[in-house]
């Protein structure tokens, strides 16, 4: 397995400010995501982050929003940009394991409230 | 575009009974698919992986399976007990550089 440690596990932020999120994980790892589950919804993928690459982002995130870096196999951030009370969220790293079998494990969660 | 969907999206069960989550897929071409557990407050736990070329995967009290011609799978919990009370989600791959597409969850309370 891989262990995922996220910062911050929660914060509240001021509407119209910017919040990096940290993902560190214990093992190194080439394929890393960014999910947002918003309150009482499940998880929607944001972007797909492999180290030696741009980030690939899905339809309706786009980067000048959510900046991602992957600046190792072990670490990466993601920024919310310009935050609004809509962006209040759960926001998850996850990896691929392929010592596990390609299973894909989980952080968990920065609590973010934009007031 | 891949849709997943969860049956029942609540279910409340005395302990002790047998129980089957369901979890259907539009799209049948997946690489594989995740079965995880959430907890209030918490991330998300993985329970059980099954492969596109597997019929299920068994893992203690856990067993899941996987029809994937009809875009179907099923979680099946042995003996519940009230910590089993959680979110179970359900997730498909399309391949593998893709990440998951989930379903909105099924909200199981074990009763004492």
């Known amino acids: 397995s891989a262990v995922i440690s996220q910062k911050p596990s929660r914060d509240i932020c001021q509407r119209g400010t910017s919040l990096t999120i940290q993902c560190q994980v214990d093992?190194?790892?080439?394929?890393m995501f960014w999910y947002r589950q918003q309150p009482g919804q499940s998880l929607t993928l944001i972007a797909t982050?492999?180290?030696?690459?741009?980030?690939?982002?899905e339809s309706g995130f786009v980067i000048d929003k959510f900046p991602i870096s992957r600046p190792n196999l072990t670490f990466s951030t993601l920024t919310v940009s310009n935050m609004s009370p809509e962006d209040s969220s759960i926001y998850l790293c996850s990896v691929v394991s392929v010592l596990s079998g390609n299973t894909i494990y989980f952080g968990e969660g920065s609590w973010l409230t934009v007031v | 575009k891949q849709e997943v969907t969860q049956i029942p999206a609540a279910l409340s069960v005395p302990e002790g009974e047998n129980l089957v989550l369901n979890c259907s897929f539009t799209?049948?071409?997946?690489?594989?698919l995740q079965w995880f557990r959430q907890d209030p407050g918490k991330g998300l736990t993985s329970l059980l992986l099954?492969?596109?070329?597997?019929r299920e995967q068994t893992s203690g009290r856990l067993n899941a399976s996987l029809d994937k011609s009809s875009g179907r799978s099923t979680l099946y919990i042995a003996a519940s007990q009230p910590g089993d009370s959680a979110t179970y989600l359900c997730?498909?791959?399309?391949?593998?550089?893709?990440?998951?597409?989930f379903g909105k969850g099924t909200h199981l309370i074990i009763q004492p």
């Open positions: 982050a492999n180290q030696g690459s741009e980030a690939t982002y």
């Open positions: 093992s190194q790892v080439t394929m």
């Open positions: 799209d049948s071409a997946i690489y594989n």
């Open positions: 099954i492969q596109s070329s597997q």
């Open positions: 997730a498909v791959r399309r391949g593998g550089a893709d990440g998951l597409t």
